[in-house]
C-alpha cells in the first residue's frame, strides 16, 4: 500500500496485509479495507466504540474479525462493511485469527486455553 494514501489523522495500531487488500485498525475503534495495489481507500466500519485492540482478516472469505477493550469479538464483512456476528469472551486475549475460508475464529484466553468460534453462515 502507499504510505501516502492512508489520510493524515489516521492512527494505526497495525495493519495485515495481502496481495490484494490491506486491513488497518485504529484507535477509533475503526477497521479499514484498502485496495493492495493502488492504496485506495475501499471502506471502513466502526468495530468498536472505542479502540481496536487487535483486528485479522480473510482477504480470500471476504471477513474481518476485531477485538476491544469490551471483551467483544465483532465479525465483519470486508466487502459491505456490515457487522455479521459479535461474541462477548470475558478474558479474551490478542491476537485473535480468522480461517481462510472464514467459518472459524481462534482465539485464547487469559488462562492460555485455545478456542474455536464455529460462525453461522
Same mark, same amino acid.
Not at 466502526?46 to 487487535?54: D, F, G, P, Q, S
Not at 480468522?98 to 488462562?111: E, K, L
Given at each position: 500500500?502507499?504510505?501516502?494514501?492512508? #489520510? !493524515?489523522?489516521? %492512527?494505526?495500531? /497495525?495493519?495485515?496485509? %495481502?496481495?490484494?487488500? +490491506?486491513?488497518? =485498525?485504529?484507535? =477509533?475503534?475503526?477497521?479499514? @479495507?484498502?485496495?493492495?495495489? &493502488?492504496?485506495? $481507500?475501499?471502506?471502513?466500519?466502526?468495530? $468498536?466504540? *472505542? &479502540?481496536? $485492540?487487535?483486528?485479522? =482478516?480473510?482477504?480470500?472469505?471476504?471477513?474481518?474479525v476485531?477485538?476491544? #477493550?469490551?471483551?467483544?469479538?465483532?465479525?465483519?464483512? &470486508?466487502? %459491505?462493511?456490515?457487522? *455479521?456476528?459479535?461474541?462477548? @469472551?470475558?478474558?479474551?486475549?490478542?491476537?485473535?485469527?480468522?480461517?481462510?475460508d472464514? #467459518?472459524? @475464529?481462534?482465539? !485464547?484466553?487469559?488462562? /492460555?486455553?485455545?478456542?474455536?468460534?464455529?460462525?453461522? +453462515?
Amino acid at each position: 500500500m502507499r504510505r501516502d494514501a492512508c #489520510p !493524515s489523522r489516521a %492512527t494505526i495500531l /497495525g495493519a495485515q496485509v %495481502t496481495a490484494t487488500q +490491506t486491513l488497518t =485498525f485504529d484507535r =477509533f475503534g475503526s477497521v479499514n @479495507v484498502w485496495d493492495g495495489m &493502488t492504496g485506495r $481507500h475501499l471502506r471502513s466500519w466502526v468495530a $468498536h466504540r *472505542l &479502540t481496536v $485492540h487487535y483486528a485479522s =482478516f480473510s482477504a480470500a472469505a471476504g471477513r474481518a474479525v476485531a477485538t476491544g #477493550p469490551d471483551e467483544a469479538m465483532r465479525i465483519g464483512d &470486508t466487502q %459491505t462493511g456490515k457487522r *455479521l456476528a459479535e461474541r462477548h @469472551v470475558p478474558g479474551i486475549t490478542i491476537p485473535t485469527a480468522i480461517s481462510t475460508d472464514g #467459518p472459524r @475464529v481462534a482465539y !485464547s484466553t487469559q488462562s /492460555g486455553e485455545l478456542q474455536i468460534w464455529e460462525l453461522s +453462515t
